[in-house]
């Protein structure tokens, strides 16, 4: 089981994004290869805002983003669906 940076719910690794952070530059890691250290995020839009907010990510990943690389992040976050409508619909 994996937690989400965001809301540290524990999930499987197929229920959550892998984030990979390698030599400076934080990838979408959708097929969980890519080398690095990896954290986890769920595939909601709320979780990634959360994550990308501050230095949250950066600190887990011990690596720092560009303003740029935060910018590609935010949005493929917002192309994920909300938490709250993905329930009851
Ligand atoms: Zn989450």
Same mark, same amino acid.
């Given at each position: 089981?994996?937690?989400?940076?965001?809301?540290?719910?524990?999930?499987?690794?197929?229920?959550?994004?892998?984030?990979?952070?390698?030599?400076?530059?934080?990838?979408?890691?959708?097929? !969980?290869? $890519?080398?690095? /250290?990896?954290?986890?995020?769920?595939?909601? =839009?709320?979780? #990634? *805002?959360? !994550?990308? $907010?501050?230095? /949250?990510?950066?600190?887990?990943?011990?690596? =720092?983003?560009? #303003? *740029?690389?935060?910018?590609?992040?935010?949005?493929?976050?917002?192309?994920?669906?909300?938490?709250?409508?993905?329930?009851?619909?």
């Amino acid at each position: 089981m994996r937690s989400c940076i965001a809301c540290r719910e524990k999930k499987t690794k197929k229920d959550l994004i892998r984030l990979a952070g390698k030599d400076g530059v934080v990838e979408v890691d959708t097929q !969980g290869k $890519k080398i690095g /250290r990896g954290v986890y995020l769920c595939p909601f =839009s709320e979780c #990634w *805002e959360t !994550g990308l $907010k501050g230095n /949250r990510l950066e600190h887990a990943l011990k690596t =720092s983003m560009t #303003w *740029e690389n935060r910018t590609t992040l935010l949005e493929y976050g917002k192309s994920l669906p909300e938490k709250g409508k993905t329930r009851d619909e």
